[in-house]
Nanobody, 123 residues
Framework: VQLQASGGGLVQAEGFLRLSCAASGSILRINAMGWFRQAPGKEREFVACITLSGTSSYYTDSVKGRFTISNDNASNSVYLQMNSLKPEDTAVYFC?????????????????WGQGTQVTVSS
């Protein structure tokens, strides 16, 4: 499975961005998708995840009410709509997928990773 993330950029505080991640390859194995981020000098942290069916999702507290994860099985894609962005959201964002039907927040549980896309929020 190969993942290609896109949609990052530079935005002012309170602005918005939409990240996209398209999967290709042995996608029939995939059962859940997630987004993580990593700021300079910090560990990679969980942002949001969603089941393949789209019926269940989970967010880290700091993005609840501002970010929305969604997916489109027809295009094998997962999205992250980010509204009301804050400077502390600045990071490289990674999409990830795994084969379990359980939602995970731990990076080690994800087998497949995209290359990352930079999100910079200016104050």
């Amino acid at each position: 499975v190969q993942l290609q993330a896109s949609g990052g950029g530079l935005v002012q505080a309170e602005g918005f961005l939409r990240l996209s991640c398209a999967a290709s390859g042995s996608i029939l194995r995939i059962n859940a998708m997630g987004w993580f981020r990593q700021a300079p000098g910090k560990e990679r942290e969980f942002v949001a995840c969603i089941t393949l069916s789209g019926t269940s999702s989970y967010y880290t507290d700091s993005v609840k009410g501002r970010f929305t994860i969604s997916n489109d099985n027809a295009s094998n894609s997962v999205y992250l709509q980010m509204n009301s962005l804050k400077p502390e959201d600045t990071a490289v964002y990674f999409c990830a997928m795994h084969t379990s039907r359980v939602l995970f927040t731990i990076p080690l549980r994800y087998r497949y990773w995209g290359q990352g896309t930079q999100v910079t929020v200016s104050s």
